[in-house]
């Protein structure tokens, strides 16, 4: 127990909720960051850790993330995430059993933490915590939920995409430009679709080349080796695969003038973000321009928006990205510390919800 004490002593975060679940031999930690703008909102994270402190520390650090990402986004919610911390991943009806008794936990909170889905955890596990509590988003369609996020997330990388391209060139027209789509999952294949449509060229990078060759198809783009890409020629570097692909070395090394795209936790080393600026590439913080999942979700289930005023709010992705430029040329400082100063701010205003 000292190790959980000697870890919060250190986080800024407002709640952790810590339930030992005997039935699985696991922990469940919810940490609620910040209520200022509102609930909390983040995802459930179902993992394997070297130790429970390991969880722990995984939720108070990702509660912290979504604070920043759901402020800059504009959202009235505050940060939380749930992390289930589990000797062994469950399926079957250890599995359900598990998510009812977390849905009870979640329940038990009165709405300060409404959570969403994460690592290991989808749609079908949202619908099992549904049926213990309603501060759920990201349910399945046949719930009346709003389903996957990969959808809303690919339109607001659209939007930040063209934003980063009219920042650098005076025009967000996409025609001829050369986009590289690393990853053609589900965000990266919708993503392909509407720059397509917008005129751009498509280069796709997936380790699963069959999946990269069925998008290119697609839109009548060109397949790039998964080792190729940051020495490809492109206009725009679109990460949609994993995290951590900037690192000092490989942001001295990327070739296209703008890295924009929606994987999570792009900087392996925060100094990359300043690698990057010093050569001069327009970085899109990640937290800004994948905030379209959070956007669609939230906005559908939580906020009763109707598909207008969701797909304005995916838009004003683009704007925020735009402030977040100038901001960063003005004062001279990386993109990410941009975005970081406006998070603080929006995290210091006046409760939105009071
Ligand atoms: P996905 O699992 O559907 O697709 C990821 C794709 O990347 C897969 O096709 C996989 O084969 C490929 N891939 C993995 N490693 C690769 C590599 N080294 N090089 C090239 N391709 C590689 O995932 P997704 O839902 O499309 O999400 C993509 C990224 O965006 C993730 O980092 C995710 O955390 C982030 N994100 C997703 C959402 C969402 O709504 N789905 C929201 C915010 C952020």
New binding site residues.
């Given amino acids: 127990m000292s190790d959980f004490q000697a870890l919060l002593d250190t986080w800024d975060g407002e709640t952790a909720v810590i339930r030992r679940d005997r039935e699985t031999g696991g922990w469940i930690f919810i940490c609620i960051h910040s209520t200022r703008r509102g609930p909390a909102g983040g995802g459930t994270r179902m993992k394997v850790y070297a130790s429970p402190a390991d969880g722990l520390e995984d939720a108070m650090r990702l509660s912290g993330a979504m604070s920043r990402k759901l402020a800059v986004a504009g959202l009235p919610f505050g940060g939380g995430k749930g992390v289930i911390a589990i000797p062994e991943i469950p399926t079957g009806q250890p599995r359900r059993e598990l998510l009812l008794r977390y849905g009870e936990l979640v329940a038990s909170l009165g709405g300060t933490y409404c959570t969403s889905s994460d690592m290991n955890t989808d749609e079908a596990d949202l619908d099992v915590i549904w049926e213990r509590t309603k501060y759920v988003f990201g349910r399945s369609v046949a719930t009346g939920g709003s389903g996957?996020?990969?959808r809303?997330?690919a339109i607001g990388v659209f939007h930040g995409i063209r934003a980063s391209v009219a920042h650098l060139d005076g025009s967000d027209d996409l025609q001829g430009r050369r986009i590289l789509i690393?990853?053609?999952?589900?965000?990266?294949?919708e993503l392909a679709d509407h720059l397509a449509k917008a005129g751009a060229a498509i280069l796709v990078?997936?380790?699963?080349r069959a999946?990269a060759q069925a998008v290119a198809s697609r839109v009548n783009g060109d397949v790039v080796h998964?080792d190729d890409?940051l020495e490809a020629d492109a206009d725009v570097y679109a990460p949609?695969?994993?995290?951590g692909?900037l690192d000092i070395d490989s942001a001295s090394r990327v070739r296209c003038p703008i890295v924009a795209?929606?994987?999570?936790n792009q900087l392996a080393q925060p100094e990359a973000a300043d690698v990057l600026t010093e050569r001069g590439i327009l970085y899109a913080p990640?937290y800004v321009i994948?905030a379209?999942?959070?956007i669609g979700v939230a906005g559908t289930e939580q906020l009763g928006w109707s598909e207008d005023q969701v797909n304005a709010a995916l838009e004003r992705i683009g704007e925020t990205l735009r402030d977040v430029y100038r901001r960063s040329a003005e004062l001279g400082i990386s993109t990410a510390a941009a975005a970081e100063a406006i998070a603080e701010e929006r995290l210091s205003e006046p409760a939105a919800h009071a």
């Fill in positions: 996957s996020p990969a809303p997330t690393q990853g053609a999952g589900g965000v990266g294949s990078a997936d380790l699963d999946r998964p890409v949609c695969a994993i995290g692909t795209g929606s994987a999570n990640d994948n379209g999942g959070a």
